[in-house]
């Protein structure tokens, strides 16, 4: 079993930027890949961004070139930093985790944080 803990989120105002960590506990000894959702009111819950354990990254194109996903596989943290934030991005931002392989696809993550809110003004 995998824990994941999200923080980071606020309200900002458009243009600003937020880091948003992810930790992990319990069997993190067990290669996985991290991944951010984010789900809005209203709609279901969409891919953002996503790092292999080897650390290659994919990204949604609404965020592509001001998202930037990263972990710290000594601190067992993945990280999604976020610049030029509009009011679209407001979203409560999930952490997900899997073994191994990177996929764009909720349903196929076996863990998930419990979400952080983020709010951008217009």
């Known amino acids: 079993q995998v824990q994941l803990v999200e923080s980071g989120g606020g309200l900002v105002q458009a243009g600003d930027s937020l880091r948003l960590s992810c930790a992990a506990s319990?069997?993190?000894?067990?290669?996985?890949?991290m991944a951010w959702f984010r789900q809005a009111p209203g709609k279901e819950r969409e891919f953002v961004a996503a790092?292999?354990?080897?650390?290659?990254?994919y990204y949604a194109d609404s965020v592509k070139g001001r998202f930037t996903i990263s972990g710290d596989n000594a601190k067992n943290t993945a990280y999604l930093q976020m610049n030029s934030l509009k009011p679209e991005d407001t979203a409560i931002y999930y952490c997900?985790?899997?073994?191994?392989?990177?996929?764009?696809?909720?349903?196929?993550?076996?863990?998930w944080g419990q979400g952080t809110q983020v709010t951008v003004s217009s």
């Open positions: 319990g069997r993190t000894s067990t290669t996985y890949a």
């Open positions: 997900a985790a899997r073994r191994i392989a990177v996929t764009r696809s909720a349903g196929e993550y076996d863990y």
């Open positions: 790092i292999t354990y080897t650390g290659f990254q």
